[in-house]
């Protein structure tokens, strides 16, 4: 069985695992392995506001990330948004000024942002890890599942109608799916009973392969047709 990049699920796939042997061994305690609950993700507080969340967790440890990291890159944007872009994590320009979406790929999603009326500073912007992989790797499973209780309690915190993922990386860890990007593109999904989460592709992508700006821009319109009928109707 694949290991779940959702601490969700995560945590509901160990406790099933130590049930099952419960029953196979007759015991009449739960044994839980010792390296799952190390790798437990931590329940995370209720806060006042982001700030006061960031404070609390800007100097986290609890993945090796942290170890290459020059600032950590907590999100930036509204609070009271509707919609909140997740990219995979921050690039060098990120890491050092500790914001996402901040060079040349940030330069372009202000200009997919812009082409559907939105200002950076309407939006909320946040990443699935918070501290820079080495040399712009992907995220190891491992580290988005501990940084991810981060991200929900973020989300949950300005609590959006839309989610918009940029790149594989984002819709995989968030949707829990192994699918490929192009599988889950162009369409909504359901997220979490309430919200609705639109995936499209990374601007570092765009950058590398431009031929997929045709279909990023079907993407952003539709999720700009229905944040406008969101809109019209509340
Ligand atoms: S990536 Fe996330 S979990 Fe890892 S050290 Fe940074 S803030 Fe902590």
């Known amino acids: 069985m694949t290991e779940s990049t959702n601490p969700v699920a995560a945590l509901f796939e160990m406790t099933?695992?130590?049930?099952?042997q419960k029953l196979e061994l007759g015991e009449t305690e739960i044994m839980i392995p010792r390296e799952n609950l190390e790798r437990m993700p931590e329940p995370v507080k209720d806060y006042e506001n982001l700030e006061e969340f960031e404070n609390d967790i800007n100097e986290c440890t609890?993945?090796?990330?942290?170890?290459?990291?020059?600032?950590?890159?907590f999100g930036v944007g509204n609070p009271d948004t509707d919609i909140i872009f997740i990219g995979e994590g921050p690039g060098r320009e990120e890491d050092l000024q500790g914001e996402p979406f901040v060079g040349r790929a940030?330069?372009?999603l202000d200009k997919?942002?812009?082409?559907?009326?939105?200002?950076?500073?309407e939006v909320y912007i946040a990443n699935i890890v918070k501290?820079?992989?080495?040399?712009?790797r992907d995220p190891e499973p491992s580290e988005m599942e501990t940084c991810l209780p981060y991200l929900l309690k973020q989300?949950?915190?300005i609590n959006p109608r839309f989610i918009c993922c940029l790149g594989r990386i984002a819709a995989q860890a968030l949707l829990d799916t192994k699918l490929p990007l192009g599988k889950?593109?162009?369409d909504f999904h359901d997220w979490n009973d309430r919200k609705v989460m639109v995936v499209t592709y990374h601007p570092a992508a765009l950058l590398r392969f431009p031929q997929y700006k045709r279909e990023t821009w079907a993407d952003v319109q539709m999720?700009?047709?229905a944040y406008d009928e969101f809109k019209a109707s509340s």
């Open 16 to 20: 099933r695992k130590a049930l099952r």
């Open 62 to 73: 609890k993945c090796p990330l942290h170890k290459g990291r020059t600032k950590f890159v």
């Open 106 to 108: 940030g330069k372009l």
């Open 112 to 121: 997919i942002l812009a082409a559907i009326n939105f200002e950076r500073s």
């Open 131 to 136: 501290c820079r992989p080495p040399n712009n």
């Open 155 to 157: 989300i949950e915190m």
């Open 184 to 186: 889950l593109r162009g």
């Open 223 to 225: 999720l700009r047709k």
